[in-house]
């Protein structure tokens, strides 16, 4: 990195011809803004070169930060990149990185095989069909909240998470005016199993009040609901990481753990819940502290005084 720099600032090549011609090529991705050394990426965006210095505290950041879901390394990587920074050995750091990590290595998934093929998506626009299921019983916290209700997204694979005391038909229909119409408006299709906080009149009113087609998933096939049981093993999975052991403190890790689950990249799609749904990937901490291209950007802006 730093040959490539003194060739940006100041033209120093190798006196070799073939050096000189290599480094003439690798310097093509890379640019100055301010004396500051960024590489344009595949889609011509601009990343910043992290100093070998800062690029533990990024790696510490996005993988087990505030926003951080504790990802593997190729996943670890792609979280890095997408919020702006890069440094030339950044796949084999991250991998040693995770591996160093006591919570990964206690709490991951045996992974037998890769992510699986895209498939089908049955829903035409996003918050148009959600899937809805009770996480629990939990180890009983403060206030008494035993269970979480949630609900995921169709298509963004968005969740929304409640903790509750007990698994009703109140708590359900307070959930669904409370965190999805009022929040995304009125969803066409809402699939759930057949317990009893779901399939009892209160549900079957509210659903038929506002128009939205109430969907069982079979006794004999409860894949039906496969992306609720699926948001259940994510939220779980990056619970028992963020608590460290102290299980009773769930309730306050929740909002954590949704954040970081709906803004990290799926290593399937590439893309998050949040950027299918907002068009942008969100602004996290370390893009702060360490000044990723688009703050930085963003800093130099003066809006006109009203």
């Not at 990195?1 to 070799?16: N, V």
């Not at 190729?74 to 920074?85: A, D, E």
């Amino acid at each position: 990195m730093d040959e490539i720099l003194d060739y940006l600032k100041s033209g120093t090549q190798p006196d070799d011809r073939r050096e000189a011609q290599k480094l003439k090529l690798a310097c093509a991705k890379y640019t100055l803004i301010n004396g500051e050394l960024y590489r344009r990426s595949y889609a011509r965006t601009l990343t910043k070169c992290l100093k070998p210095e800062e690029t533990l505290k990024v790696m510490e950041a996005v993988h087990q930060g505030e926003c951080g879901t504790h990802a593997r390394g190729r996943s670890l990587v792609m979280r890095i990149l997408r919020q702006g920074f890069f440094w030339p050995n950044i796949h084999k750091d991250t991998q040693v990185f995770v591996e160093k990590c006591p919570q990964c290595q206690y709490y991951a998934d045996m992974q037998r095989q890769p992510a699986g093929y895209l498939k089908l998506i049955n829903s035409s626009w996003p918050f148009v069909i959600w899937g809805l299921d009770f996480l629990g019983p939990m180890p009983t916290a403060m206030k008494g909240y035993k269970w979480i209700l949630v609900a995921v997204d169709y298509f963004t694979m968005w969740i929304e998470a409640k903790p509750l005391t007990q698994p009703t038909a109140q708590n359900v229909e307070n959930f669904l005016w409370a965190n999805i119409v009022c929040r995304y408006g009125i969803p066409m299709v809402i699939i759930t199993d057949n317990d009893t906080p779901f399939a009892n009149q209160r549900i079957h009113d509210f659903c038929g009040e506002h128009q939205i087609k109430l969907k069982y998933a079979s006794v004999w096939h409860p894949h039906t609901n496969g992306q609720a049981e699926a948001a259940n093993k994510n939220i779980l999975n990056i619970l028992k990481k963020r608590l460290d052991g102290v299980k009773i403190r769930w309730p306050e890790e929740l909002p954590g753990a949704l954040w970081a689950y709906n803004t990290a990249p799926s290593e399937v799609t590439q893309e998050s819940p949040y950027s299918l749904s907002f068009g942008m990937d969100v602004v996290i901490p370390v893009e702060m502290e360490h000044l990723s291209p688009r703050v930085e950007a963003a800093a130099s802006f003066e809006p006109e005084a009203l």
